[in-house]
């Protein structure tokens, strides 16, 4: 596998990405069956959240990522319009290696075949709806968002998030927002959402999941979901993400060092197996490349108690963010199939994870 050697990023806070194998211990045929693994699946990332350059879709595309779900906007429908007009450009720039937007089914398959990468808008916010106006549903499904997250860790319109200390439901214009993502068959998405509001949208929605959350049970974090989430989003063949964002994976004393590793995630995905299946698993890493680091700072500022402390670094205040090591950035993606064969893992199973559990879902959406 490789990179583009002469691409620089030097505003992503951890330095240039580059491709660290994990540790494993495995043996030369494991290593072997896991890059033909990574080289034939189809890997689908539930939610990216880096800024896009021209040469991070590179990046991207030689990781092996054949799907991403991009997310777009939080904010104002103005500024998400904003964003996905110049989203059509950034891919139009970049169609040598990137699909998209996505509307048809057949497209996810097309990347594979092409060695491209495709791309399904997504919204990690209803505030992007205005205030009570039902009609930017429509106009943002036609568009191209299929996926939309309630809200952000606070509190909108719609739903209560992860990171108010209330608790409470949908609100009575979010039911007639998840009906209508209903009537157009869109994904709703409680990955930062609060618990009963969780509750409420898993109940109400069609097509459910938790694209970058993790579990609960594992790593005590209201960012995580609950054993009775989990299942019941199983229950309506959804599937949640595995993200690999620190705190979720798990909490370490990352002030003084101490960050979690990509094996505190595999723990996550060994556990949602055993609780609901292995078709409900996939990935979702969540992943912030091209982030300055007092922005990346800044978020765990605003919300400490899912978010945690920041990670220093020499020569800024600021200190940084880095993700679960040996999966902190797009181009260690394969560290993820390694693990997978690690822990014992059919190839069938790895598939699922990596990127048929999404397939299944977003075939009800496309």
């Not at 050697?5 to 290593?31: A, I, W």
């Not at 993606?333 to 999404?358: A, C, H, P």
Request: hydrophobic share 35%.
């Amino acid at each position: 596998m490789t990179f583009p050697s002469t691409v620089s990023l030097r505003h992503v806070p951890y330095g240039e990405l580059k491709y660290v194998p994990f540790d494993f211990g495995l043996s030369n045929d494991q290593e072997l069956r896991a890059e033909g693994l990574h080289k034939k699946s189809i890997i689908f990332d539930c939610l990216q959240s880096s800024t896009f350059t021209d040469e991070y879709f590179q990046y991207v595309k030689e990781a092996g990522v054949t799907i991403v779900q991009k997310t777009i906007s939080h904010v104002d429908p103005q500024t998400a319009l904003g964003g996905i007009f110049d989203w059509n450009k950034k891919l139009k720039r970049n169609h040598k290696v990137a699909i998209g937007p996505v509307f048809d089914f057949e497209d996810l398959k097309k990347a594979k075949e092409q060695g491209k990468t495709a791309y399904i808008y997504g919204f990690q916010n209803t505030v992007a709806y205005g205030y009570g106006e039902l009609n930017w549903v429509k106009v943002f499904y036609d568009l191209g968002i299929r996926i939309v997250q309630l809200t952000h860790n606070w509190r909108n319109m719609v739903a209560d998030g992860c990171a108010e200390f209330s608790n409470v439901g949908l609100s009575e214009y979010g039911k007639r927002v998840v009906d209508e993502l209903n009537r157009l068959k869109v994904i709703v998405d409680v990955s930062h959402v609060g618990d009963q509001s969780t509750k409420e949208a898993i109940e109400r929605a069609e097509i459910v999941v938790a694209s970058h959350s993790n579990a609960r049970s594992v790593c005590d974090n209201k960012r995580n979901k609950t054993d009775e989430d989990i299942k019941a989003i199983a229950e309506k063949d959804g599937v949640i993400g595995m993200n690999s964002m620190p705190s979720a994976c798990k909490y370490t004393k990352m002030d003084e060092g101490i960050r979690p590793d990509i094996n505190d995630l595999l723990d996550h995905v060994d556990y949602l197996v055993k609780l609901v299946g292995v078709d409900y698993v996939g990935i979702g890493f969540d992943l912030i490349d091209v982030w300055p680091a007092e922005k990346n700072a800044g978020s765990t500022n605003s919300a400490p108690q899912i978010y945690g402390t920041t990670y220093p670094m020499e020569g800024t205040t600021a200190g940084i963010w880095p993700y679960a090591e040996g999966i902190d950035s797009v181009v260690q993606f394969l560290n993820m199939t390694r693990g997978l064969v690690s822990r014992g893992y059919s190839d069938q199973e790895i598939q699922k994870i990596l990127g048929l559990n999404w397939m299944r879902v977003f075939k009800r959406v496309l």
